[in-house]
């Protein structure tokens, strides 16, 4: 099974206008490139999706087998009026697709399944005990919020907020903190740290509930000259903001990439470390990343 999360970021320039126009169909058709290209199970898209110009996005997944899990339009919808605990104008854009085929091995959705103003939502496999996918985009204001944020996915993944035995258990996403940020030491966050951060700072694995995230090993082992991150700024340079953290890791069952490219699209040149042109010409300041777990 495969999931793709991708922060696309916001759409440039003013709405209506033919700078926006073309910036989304860009932007859509690496996507569209990305989606036929791999075909995961669950697609999740972070940003860039709130406005009306959702309808174009949604038809790249409609028209190629995939239905809506979950988008912020659905707080409005008259068959969850009343039952999330948050507004529309609260919702942070993140979507997810899952394809038809795949439908009857996940559980419906329900408003439990969608906290934190919209930022983090579950997804559980029918009959696939134990597997629960937490995808999100974090705060990106204060390390306040941020931190709070990191709590309440240790809350609801750990202490059964959702009734659940988070044993097989993967959050992915935007995290908007760098894996080795001191926010994951924390007790309130209850030490949502990788192993190799675990084993530099000497952390103390509480009951044995710290996190792998693979997202390290994935980018010491390559070789390419350009790979400095998941997220780019024009004012920072590369950071690692998108990562998978998984529970009971086994690295034969469990493979995580970065994307670079699609069989049409160049994202980002990986072989010369000056050119970041493609990848921010498409509008893109995160690199979409893959899980592909064995079940």
Same mark, same amino acid.
């Given at each position: 099974? #495969? ?30 490139? $990305? ?16 406005? #009306? ?24 919808? @008259? ?14 854009? %993140? #979507? ?23 930022? $983090? ?9 134990? &597997?629960?996918?937490? $995808? *999100? ?45 001191? @926010? ?8 949502? &740290?990788?192993? &190799? ?17 693979? &997202? ?19 004012? *920072? ?10 529970? @009971? ?13 699609? #069989? ?21 300041? *995160? ?5 592909? %777990?064995?079940?």
């Amino acid at each position: 099974m #495969k999931t793709v999360s991708w922060n696309i970021g916001k759409y440039k320039g003013k709405s209506g206008t033919s700078e926006k126009d073309k910036n989304i169909l860009a932007k859509l058709e690496v996507l569209e490139d $990305l989606l036929l290209d791999e075909l995961p199970e669950i697609f999740c898209v972070i940003e860039g999706t709130v406005n #009306k110009e959702d309808n174009q996005l949604r038809e790249v997944f409609f028209k190629n087998g995939y239905y809506c899990y979950y988008e912020p339009s659905f707080v409005k919808e @008259e068959r969850f009026k009343g039952l999330f605990d948050f507004e529309y104008f609260e919702t942070f854009g %993140l #979507k997810i697709f899952i394809k038809e085929d795949f439908k009857d091995k996940v559980l419906p959705f329900d408003p439990s399944r969608a906290v934190y103003k919209g930022r $983090l939502i579950n997804v559980e496999l029918e009959g696939e005990s134990g &597997v629960f996918i937490f $995808l *999100h985009r974090n705060m990106s204001s204060t390390l306040k919020e941020q931190s709070g944020f990191i709590s309440e996915i240790y809350d609801w993944s750990t202490k059964g907020k959702l009734g659940l035995i988070a044993k097989n258990l993967v959050i992915l996403g935007d995290f908007n903190l760098s894996p080795w940020s001191s @926010e994951y030491f924390t007790e309130k966050a209850g030490y949502l &740290v990788s192993e &190799v951060i675990e084993s530099t700072y000497k952390i103390k694995n509480r009951n044995g509930l710290c996190f792998y995230n693979p &997202v390290i090993d994935f980018m010491i082992n390559k070789k390419q000259k350009n790979l400095g991150g998941t997220f780019h700024s024009n004012s *920072h340079g590369w950071g690692i903001y998108d990562f998978a953290l998984i529970r @009971e890791y086994d690295e034969a069952k469990q493979i995580f990439e970065i994307m670079f490219e699609t #069989k049409k699209f160049q994202i980002l040149d990986t072989n010369d470390e000056a050119k970041t042109s493609n990848f921010m010409n498409y509008g893109f300041d *995160h690199l979409p990343i893959k899980l592909t %777990l064995q079940l």
